[in-house]
């Protein structure tokens, strides 16, 4: 009963899950790609090294039985630009190996499965003027993630799904993803640019208290937006700005007229390329606008304590700066 696998292990969500589980009183087996360095997983950690894909399907259900929890924390995002079509892409890096795993965890006897999904799912489905089920492949495929692990748990294993927003937090001797922000803002001559929307934002800590939250307190089927924090793009330049030692008032807002055609021609830019975005440019944009942000109420069940979002944005950002990457 106490015995869960975090897939992802050494990650950002799969290393802090680990440690909320750990902290719970859970046993925790994970499995991650090799480092290259030393482990910083804590000694209480079954730890297994290798990429889940290279493993044969008798290899997945030995580290699967016995678990009462699999925490699913793999896969790629949409900062990936692939060969298009970039829905392909997507079905095969977060898709299919979703519906492997969760297809073994059922077999394997595992009562609980815990996505870590994306925003993009929900507003695929409130906005779909954005067309996140169409020509956008990330969105469109994050919600197949969802529906074929659903599918393979019914009857057998509850599934649920995070759909997660801007993370921040840390990991030992990982650069956090924010670092091509404070690239574009210190390559930025004069004025910075940012549309007038806001994103919903949590801490690494809320993640994880939501993941095994929704171990704990989770449905069948149950898709849990979660949010702390409305972040606007501005506050967020601003403070990119502040660790770069550049002035906040730096950053301006533009209305989309202003930008759109400029996201457009860069998208024919890149289609002529032969690559496509999981969001396309100009529907990035128009994502960009709006307030993207979810009602706390709809993940109120997970249990997510209160927790200092800023102040996570400003570590990440200054742990940037402060370890600057070597040519």
Not at 174 to 198: C, E, K, T
Not at 199 to 221: C, F, I, K, P, Y
């Amino acid at each position: 009963m106490n015995d869960t696998l975090v897939l992802g292990g050494t990650g950002l969500l799969g290393y802090h899950t680990t440690l909320e589980l750990l902290a719970r009183g859970y046993s925790v087996s994970t499995l991650s790609l090799p480092l290259d360095g030393d482990s910083f997983l804590p000694d209480q950690v079954d730890a297994h090294w290798a990429d889940v894909a290279d493993l044969s399907d008798d290899e997945v259900l030995e580290l699967l039985r016995g678990k009462h929890a699999v925490f699913y924390a793999l896969g790629s995002d949409e900062r990936v630009i692939p060969p298009a079509p970039a829905a392909r892409f997507f079905y095969e890096a977060n898709v299919v190996p979703t519906q492997r795993v969760a297809r073994l965890a059922r077999q394997a006897g595992v009562a609980k499965f815990v996505l870590y999904g994306s925003y993009t799912a929900q507003w695929a489905e409130q906005w779909p003027d954005l067309d996140y089920r169409g020509r956008n492949g990330y969105p469109r495929t994050r919600l197949a993630q969802e529906e074929v692990a659903y599918l393979e748990g019914d009857g057998a294993m509850d599934v649920m799904s995070l759909r997660l927003p801007y993370i921040f937090g840390l990991v030992p001797g990982q650069r956090p993803l924010w670092q091509m922000f404070l690239d574009m803002d210190a390559a930025q001559q004069g004025p910075i640019a940012v549309l007038g929307g806001s994103t919903s934002s949590v801490t690494v800590r809320q993640v994880a208290q939501a993941a095994v939250g929704a171990m704990e307190h989770g449905e069948h089927g149950g898709r849990y937006p979660i949010n702390a924090y409305d972040l606007t793009y501005v506050e967020f330049h601003q403070m990119c700005c502040e660790a770069l030692g550049r002035d906040p008032k730096d950053v301006v807002v533009v209305p989309l007229e202003a930008v759109l055609p400029a996201y457009e021609a860069a998208q024919e830019q890149t289609a002529s390329a032969g690559v496509e975005h999981g969001i396309h440019l100009p529907d990035s944009a128009r994502f960009q606008d709006r307030a993207a942000v979810s009602d706390p109420s709809l993940s109120a069940v997970l249990n997510i304590e209160p927790d200092d979002v800023p102040a996570a944005i400003r570590e990440s950002l200054q742990w940037c700066v402060q370890h600057p990457r070597t040519a």
